[in-house]
T-cell receptor, first 112, second 112 residues
Framework: NAGVTQTPKFRVLKTGQSMTLLCAQD?????MYWYRQDPGMGLRLIHY???????AKGEVPDGYNVSRLKKQNFLLGLESAAPSQTSVYFC???????????FGSGTRLTVV | ELKVEQNPLFLSMQEGKNYTIYCNYS?????LYWYRQDPGKSLESLFV?????AVKQEGRLMASLDTKARLSTLHITAAVHDLSATYFC????????????FGEGTQLTVNP
């Protein structure tokens, strides 16, 4: 039972490079989320999805895009990385009609 | 816009002492969560509080919820060093797609 798996765990990017973070869950959860965590600011929601093929903006969506082509996967893309996107990114999932969220182990991204 | 505020943001306490972390939220919410995060790790779920007056206890931690005051407390009894971590409260509303809004976090250090 893997839960929520994030890849990669660490990444260093140069300004202007692009990359995709992958989140995979094996719990058949409808809802999936991408958060970023910065010191002193808690976790802030970037984008989320309430089902396969759907996405919606969260609190801080600028500079990111997402896709949910398969129910079990939620991808977060950075088209042109900026130093302000240096952060720890967490993926989470939850089940509709239930409470409780399962978090991944995080991706530490540094943009230089 | 839903806002969640915690205080204090930093807490240094001696072993054996008691203390309380406060979590205020700005609008009606369905559920309140408490999480623990150790440095470099993901979030560990501590409590989920579902209704007014709810109280849950696990070891030296006790959480309570007052929905009328929009306030939750996390009380620490006879602190030990192992409780050193960052504690987050978060709220969600099922009608908003069940997405979590987090407080800034309280960094707790328990000194011998």
């Amino acid at each position: 039972n893997a839960g929520v798996t994030q890849t990669p765990k660490f990444r260093v990017l140069k300004t202007g490079q692009s990359m995709t973070l992958l989140c995979a869950q094996d719990m058949n959860h409808e809802y999936m989320y991408w958060y970023r965590q910065d010191p002193g600011m808690g976790l802030r929601l970037i984008h989320y999805s309430v089902g396969e093929g759907t996405t919606a903006k969260g609190e801080v969506p600028d500079g990111y895009n997402v896709s949910r082509l398969k129910k079990q996967n939620f991808l977060l893309g950075l088209e042109s990385a900026a130093p302000s996107q240096t952060s720890v990114y967490f993926c989470a999932s939850s089940y509709w009609g239930d409470y409780g969220y399962t978090f991944g182990s995080g991706t530490r991204l540094t943009v230089v | 816009e839903l806002k969640v505020e915690q205080n204090p943001l930093f807490l240094s306490m001696q072993e054996g002492k008691n203390y309380t972390i406060y979590c205020n939220y700005s609008t009606t919410s369905d559920r309140l969560y408490w999480y623990r995060q150790d440095p470099g790790k993901s979030l560990e779920s501590l409590f989920v509080l579902l209704s007014n007056g709810a109280v849950k206890q696990e070891g030296r931690l006790m959480a309570s919820l007052d929905t009328k005051a929009r306030l939750s407390t996390l009380h620490i009894t006879a602190a030990v060093h192992d409780l050193s971590a960052t504690y987050f409260c978060a709220v969600d509303k099922e009608t908003s797609g069940s997405r979590l809004t987090f407080g800034e976090g309280t960094q707790l250090t328990v000194n011998p």
